[in-house]
């Protein structure tokens, strides 16, 4: 097709991340013709810088730990180092197989893939290198980058999560900047791979948009492990010599590194990508979107990291087949946005949906919270983790909030968003049977004893 040629069709998708190409799978399996407009790679940052090569290394990671503490468990074995080049071939086959696999299935489902950079010159039409694709319906789906703070340049020892994942050797000394998400699995990562590690958050403490008690409990486990970190803390200033770095704090301290790590968080990226112009509202970078991800102009809808909310590869991925099946006539309920699961993979793992007991506390007149320790539940003792599970509960109504923390419980999330997203009642979840001996049966514990019958712990 000439470059200056003008195509038409039902949908045209800007951005092929998990928002976008979920959008684009469910519109064509709906019988829409659909264009996808992407000036990388398929998948977007979730597959080839962000989840997926993340948990890649979380997992080696864990394996490196599992050598050194293997004695624990009676096993002999010795642990000599982490080979970056080894850990990296197996990181990014993980990414190969699944970027092949996304492959098979645009071309499976017929979508027009459109190579390169597309901006919308219209609030129908997105031009890619000259070329103009006019969609009856529009999607934006462009996703975030990795931000920096003020007068802080990313480059040589200063570097955002995705610089680090092409790391060759492990660093000896990093300062990680800023405790959420993706500071604390980091942080996690480089003290497993052998690294001293120091978390500076200007909050008061990490993780802060989890429950109070998760932080807590964080803390407890990251000084177990020698993870150093200092909340209430504020950046100054970074300087680079050589091979180190000396990050200034406001106060005076100062920290030498071989590696500053900025995990300050993601932006959204729509800068000079027309949608202004086309009468998008746009707040802070920001698309802004009603509950059914429609922009305000007529046909254009925004989906993913673009819009305000949990920044989440799953989050996107639902809200593009959402807005697939509503441009097909489906007419799905909107997303509840406190329905959707969230799992920090930093060891121990943290998984919660719902409310926290203090937003449970501004919303509900009253509330009952209950937690259970995983010292009364056999598989985590066999796994030799620590951590709870903590119910949130609108008092004699339903379970409004579940928040954990241990080894492994992001693979509890599935049952505890069944939980939230149903609005059972303790007793509801009481009544079901889980096996044992599981981690999952520390969700049916505490749902024992908020119920009034506690088995495994005390009322």
């Known amino acids: 097709m000439p470059a200056d040629a003008e195509s038409t069709f039902d949908v045209v998708i800007l ?15 709906l019988g829409l013709s659909v264009a996808l407009v992407e000036k990388d790679k398929l998948g977007g940052t979730c597959l080839h810088v962000g989840c997926i090569p993340t948990k890649a290394l979380l997992h080696a990671a864990e394996v490196a730990d599992s050598a050194r503490e293997s004695s624990t468990f009676g096993v002999k074995a010795t642990f000599e180092s982490v080979d970056m080049s080894g850990v990296n071939a197996y990181k990014d086959g993980v990414v190969s197989r699944l970027y092949k696999g996304l492959q098979g299935l645009a071309k499976a489902h017929r979508i027009e893939m459109v190579e390169g950079e597309g901006r919308l010159v219209g609030p129908k039409t997105v031009e890619v290198a000259g070329r ?3 969609g009856r319906n529009v999607v934006l789906a462009t996703g975030s980058y990795a931000k920096s703070l003020p007068g802080l340049e990313i480059g040589g020892r200063v570097m955002t999560s995705e610089q680090a994942l092409q790391l060759q ?42 429950d109070e008690a998760i932080s807590k409990q964080l803390e407890r486990s990251f000084r177990k492990r020698k993870i150093a970190f200092k909340t209430g803390a504020r950046f100054d200033g970074a300087t680079q010599s050589g091979d180190t770095v000396t990050v200034s704090l406001e106060g005076g301290e100062r920290i030498e590194a071989d590696l500053l790590l900025v995990a300050v968080g993601r932006g959204p990226v729509t800068d000079g990508l027309g949608y202004e112009e086309a009468g998008v509202r746009v707040d802070r970078g920001f698309v802004i979107a009603d509950e059914r991800c429609r922009t305000g102009v007529d046909g254009v809808y ?11 590869a799953h989050r996107g991925f639902a809200q593009g087949v959402f807005v697939a099946e509503d441009i097909a006539g489906l007419e799905p309920a909107p997303i509840d946005e406190m329905g959707i699961p969230r799992v920090t993979y930093c060891d121990p793992e943290i998984a919660s ?85 599981t981690q999952n049966e520390a969700l049916g514990e505490a749902h024992l004893a908020l119920a009034g019958k506690p088995l495994h712990a005390h009322a």
């Not at 951005?15 to 399996?29: K, P």
């Not at 699995?185 to 590690?197: D, H, I, N, T």
């Not at 925004?302 to 989440?312: F, S």
Request: charged share 20%; glycine share 14%.
């Open 132 to 134: 103009r694709v006019t």
């Open 353 to 437: 949906v719902g409310l926290t007991e203090a937003q449970a506390r501004e919303k509900h007149a009253e509330v009952e919270t209950y937690e259970y320790n995983l010292g009364g539940n056999g598989k985590s003792q066999i796994l030799q983790t620590q951590g709870f599970v903590k119910l949130v509960r609108e008092k004699d109504g339903p379970v409004v909030g579940v928040h954990m923390i241990g080894a492994r419980m992001g693979e509890q999330i599935g049952e505890a968003q069944l939980i939230y997203n149903w609005e059972a009642l303790p007793s509801d979840v009481a009544g079901l049977v889980h096996a044992h001996p």
């Open 169 to 210: 050797d492990v660093p000896a000394r990093v300062v990680v900047l800023g405790g959420g998400v993706i500071g604390v699995e980091f942080a996690s990562v480089f003290r497993s791979f052998g690294s001293e590690v120091t978390i500076v958050e200007a909050l008061p403490r990490l993780v802060a948009a989890e």
């Open 302 to 312: 925004a989906v993913g990291d673009i819009v305000p909310g949990l920044q989440l």
């Open 15 to 29: 951005g092929g991340g998990s928002g976008g190409y979920a959008c684009a799978f469910r519109a064509a399996q």
